[in-house]
């Protein structure tokens, strides 16, 4: 049975490109030949297919994503909470940045 598929063998001017897919999971690979490559297409391919099986080995699936929108929409963000959630952030920034300015003058008595 066949680990892949070429979905794209091109030529353009001197361009040779190749993309190879596997018909086991969703791993593809793309592919330039050299001028030496050129001149060996059959053993190119076959080391390219050598390539994306060891690629299509190591696949790992994703987690499956579970739509979570419905919920979102049922929790009650409050806006003075956000309004101290932003001045916590603020006053963070500003004390690194006096922090950096300090260090910097400390840096230059120095």
Do not use: W
């Amino acid at each position: 049975m066949k680990t892949y598929s070429i979905s794209r063998y091109e030529q353009n001017g001197e361009q040779l490109f190749i993309c190879l897919n596997s018909t086991n999971n969703p791993v593809y690979l793309e592919h330039f030949f050299t001028e030496d490559e050129k001149l060996d297409i059959e053993g190119t391919i076959t080391r390219l297919v050598a390539e994306l099986e060891i690629k299509d080995a190591k696949y790992v699936a994703p987690l499956p994503t579970i739509d979570k929108l419905e919920e979102a929409k049922d929790l009650e963000i409050q806006e003075t909470d956000i309004t101290t959630a932003k001045n916590l952030i603020l006053a963070e920034k500003a004390r690194l940045e006096a922090e950096k300015i300090q260090e910097e003058i400390v840096g230059e008595i120095l």
